[in-house]
């Protein structure tokens, strides 16, 4: 079964980075694209990036444009965010999923939760 | 503030049909048949419930089924029950970010 394992969230000062992966597993991960999605407490979803299959594609939402990249290793099955010059509002549960590109989000994982606060 | 506009509340009682929506513009909705609706209990990664509109991945109860017309979308359930009761978001693609999520409707199961 499909199954996405996201790691690598915590507590990080302002102005800080934290590398988030995703373990993918029940599938062949590069016949897909993959996502970062994101929840600051108490709000509704938000899409941050996503990746095409082999990496040459990268989309990125407006407010994370320069800080945040994402990247992904097909032998390993692994999508990774790379985020730095964190803020506050970068606190949220970021969540990855499957993609099927411009189109849904089939399978997600449970999350990792990102805290930036001084 | 969201791209997708939806309703914060609705609710039904058990057996009961309910319906939501999800307000976009002519660059999401209203241009593309890309609209995807996901359910999200308390503490739970989102589910995909429809996708491309109105198509249901499979597991997933025929009692949810999704329409668009113009630049507006709905999910409708039909006899809900006490366990559909979570938060519903729905999602497009766009021409200008690429992917936008609706604000979040809760359904409450009276």
């Known amino acids: 079964q499909v199954q996405l394992v996201e790691s690598g969230g915590g507590l990080v000062k302002p102005g800080g980075s934290l590398r988030l992966s995703c373990a993918a597993s029940?599938?062949?991960?590069?016949?897909?694209?993959m996502s970062w999605v994101r929840q600051a407490p108490g709000k509704g979803l938000e899409w941050v990036s996503h990746?095409?299959?082999?990496?040459?594609?990268?989309h990125y939402e407006d407010s994370v444009k320069g800080r945040f990249t994402i990247s992904r290793d097909n032998a390993k099955k692994s999508v990774s965010l790379q985020m730095n010059s964190l803020r506050a509002e970068d606190t949220a549960v970021y969540y990855c999923?499957?993609?099927?590109?411009?189109?849904?989000?089939?399978?997600w994982g449970q999350g990792t939760l990102v805290t930036v606060s001084s | 503030q969201s791209a997708l506009t939806q309703p914060a509340s609705v609710s039904g009682s058990p057996g009961q049909s309910i319906t939501m929506s999800c307000t976009g513009t002519?660059?999401?909705?209203?241009?593309?048949?890309?609209v995807s609706w996901y359910q999200q209990h308390p503490g739970q990664a989102p589910k995909l419930m429809i996708y491309?509109?109105?198509n249901r991945p499979s597991g997933v109860s025929n009692r949810f089924s999704g329409s668009k017309s113009g630049n507006t979308a709905s999910l409708t359930i039909s006899g809900v029950q006490p366990e559909d009761e979570a938060d519903y978001y729905c999602?497009?693609?766009?021409?200008?970010?690429?992917?936008?999520f609706g604000g979040g409707t809760k359904l409450t199961v009276l």
């Open positions: 999923a499957r993609y099927y590109p411009y189109n849904y989000l089939d399978y």
């Open positions: 029940g599938f062949t991960f590069s016949d897909y694209y």
């Open positions: 990746i095409s299959y082999s990496g040459n594609t990268r």
């Open positions: 002519s660059s999401d909705i209203g241009n593309y048949d890309y």
């Open positions: 491309e509109v109105s």
């Open positions: 999602s497009s693609y766009t021409s200008g970010t690429t992917r936008v």
